[in-house]
């Protein structure tokens, strides 16, 4: 993947913030620059293309308030488990299922929080907040869930010829291979 060139680095800098703000403020003229800008890469996760990330930006914001450390930690932290679950090598649906995922663990993590906030508060406020929870919790398995039979589908399939007997095993790597077979 190239290497995003950051706009601050360019020459042009000036430029190219005057022509977002006009954008910004709804200045069609702006419509060809914009696109032909837009060709280069990371620079629209850079202006904000990125609605996932934003939404992410916004909910760790949420959480954190104020506390800058704390934000700062949430944000690593997400970045951590992002590049757990997507792996390495990850193809593109991976990847943004890994996101979605480390949103709805963002999100299921907000409303815990929130309802261990809550606990004092009457029973039909504690009562929405563990609903609450529960459409979180039940997001979150999804998102995982079906992270996993991304990749269960992507397994590539081994074909095995031992003698006059054939072997189809799915491996997930060169070391499953082996040992399947190994077991023949």
């Known amino acids: 993947m190239p290497e995003t060139r950051c706009l601050e680095q360019d020459p042009g800098a000036k430029r190219t913030w005057d022509l977002i703000e ?15 800008m837009f060709q280069l890469p990371g620079i629209v996760d850079l202006v904000g293309g990125n609605l996932a990330a934003q939404a992410r930006s916004i909910l760790v914001g ?20 992002q590049a757990e679950l997507a792996g390495p090598n990850p193809s ?13 663990w963002l999100f299921l993590s ?5 309802m261990a906030q809550g606990l004092g508060l ?28 991304v990749r269960k589908l992507a397994l590539p399939v081994l ?10 095993v799915a491996a997930a790597s060169a070391a499953d291979a082996g040992a399947a077979e190994a077991l023949d």
Do not use: W
């Not at 006009?22 to 032909?36: C, M, N, P």
């Not at 907000?110 to 929130?114: D, H, I, L, S």
């Not at 907040?129 to 997001?139: G, I, L, S, T």
């Open 22 to 36: 006009r954008a910004r403020k709804g200045d069609e003229s702006t419509v060809r620059d914009l696109r032909k």
């Open 159 to 168: 074909q095995v010829n031992i003698a006059r007997r054939q072997v189809n």
């Open 122 to 149: 009457s029973l039909e406020a504690q009562e929405f907040h563990q609903r609450r929870v529960n459409h979180a919790h039940r997001r979150y398995l999804s998102a995982l869930r079906t992270l996993a039979q």
């Open 62 to 81: 949420k959480a954190a308030g104020s506390d800058v450390a704390l934000r700062e930690a949430l944000l690593r932290k997400s970045e951590e488990i």
């Open 92 to 104: 593109p649906l991976e990847r943004l299922l890994a996101d979605r995922a480390v949103a709805c």
């Open 110 to 114: 907000y409303c815990e929080c929130m």
